[in-house]
């Protein structure tokens, strides 16, 4: 970008077709990165008709969603063996000022479209790419996610302070979950747990949806903006851009789901991705001079540990060894536990009491 300083938004990875996608706003376009080496190498920019925000990768449709700030969901054939490969083939204005962050469903094969500030979302038909519906939720909103264990879907909303529960089959909210003083912005879900991860203003959040009243509060992560979850690494990636300067990615287990630790890049992004194949952390890097994409190799925290296991199991073996010899040690040294002495012989009354 010659020098200049970027913005980005959401990155997401299509991991079967190894290629890192990153909303751009800077160059009004998406960019791509192959992800087939360490590290990724920029490949191309598909340019937009405006500026992108949210992104929602569908692998089994090969394509890419980008929510963009004109109200519409732009729709880019990630197929590299159609003639309209990584071109945009549709577009598809949602009715709302402007289509923020999304998700995608696919199980039924439908886009959730976020539109912000109009406190509504979209429903499309990833296959056919029309609207089939809208949902009023009433209230400024930010990340919508589908979550495949109740069929429900999640979508937080700083001003409402809460979570709110759509059925999406009948758009209707199904239940209103109230944080306290959390600001929810973030959210992504781990659907064996059926639990949320929700990156609020000053802390992190573990929300259980089949429980609501069991939360869990994390202050180690604060300003938190994208959380995102990979059930391959079982790992929550909570991106917390503010400020540019100390900006960091924190990194929660997923079962259970835990703090674990944060990794400062300075980089300034707002969302992180991770890199299945090699095991790479990516961000936005927002820096002048530096703009594209800043990585690193999360911590393998708990592996570690695990990896030393047979080193620890002869470890254990020798100590074991050790105390049996010395447990056999002590018996023996009990004069309880002594064998009798071997009488000496008795010639003589007077030998006898010298020998002893």
Not at 87 to 106: C, E, H, Q, R
Not at 154 to 170: C, E, I, N, Q, R
Request: charged share 15%.
């Amino acid at each position: 970008m010659a020098g200049k300083a970027a913005s980005f938004d959401v990155v997401e990875i299509d991991q079967a077709a190894q290629r890192l996608y990153a909303a751009d706003r800077t160059d009004q376009g998406i960019d791509i990165f192959d992800t087939s080496v360490a590290p990724a190498r920029y490949l191309k920019t598909i340019a937009l008709s405006a500026s992108p925000s949210g992104l929602a990768v569908a692998p089994d449709l090969q394509r890419v969603f980008a929510g963009t700030s004109n109200g519409s969901v732009a729709v880019v054939d990630t197929d590299p063996a159609s003639a309209t490969a990584d071109k945009v083939v549709k577009v598809v204005p949602t009715g709302g000022k402007s289509a923020d962050l999304i998700d995608y469903s696919p199980a039924l094969h439908m886009v959730f479209a976020s539109n912000g500030d109009g406190g509504s979302i979209a429903t499309i038909d990833a296959t056919t790419g029309v609207v089939k519906s809208h949902f009023a939720i009433g209230h400024p909103l930010e990340q919508p996610r589908f979550n495949p264990a109740d069929g429900m879907l999640y979508v937080t909303s700083p001003d409402a302070d809460a979570l709110f529960m759509v059925d999406p089959g009948k758009g209707v909210i199904k239940s209103t979950i109230k944080l306290d003083k959390c600001v929810p912005y973030g959210l992504a879900i781990n659907p064996k747990l059926d639990q949320a991860l929700i990156a609020c203003r000053n802390f992190v959040m573990r929300q259980n949806l089949r429980n609501t009243a069991d939360v869990e509060a994390f202050g180690q992560v604060s300003r938190g903006d994208v959380v995102s979850y990979d059930a391959v690494a079982d790992r929550f990636l909570v991106a917390a851009p503010s400020p540019a300067a100390a900006s960091a990615v924190g990194i929660f287990g997923g079962n259970p789901i835990a703090y674990l630790t944060s990794v400062t890049t300075g980089a300034g992004g707002n969302s992180a991705a991770y890199d299945e194949a090699n095991h790479l952390v990516y961000t936005p890097d927002i820096r002048s001079g530096k703009a594209g994409l800043a990585g690193f190799e999360p911590p393998r925290a708990g592996l570690d540990v695990i990896s030393q296991l047979p080193s620890l199991g002869v470890l254990a073996l020798v100590l074991a060894v050790v105390t049996l010899l010395l447990l056999w040690v002590g018996r023996w040294a009990d004069p309880v536990h002594r064998p009798a002495p071997v009488p000496a012989a008795t010639t003589s009354t007077s030998s006898h009491r010298e020998h002893t």
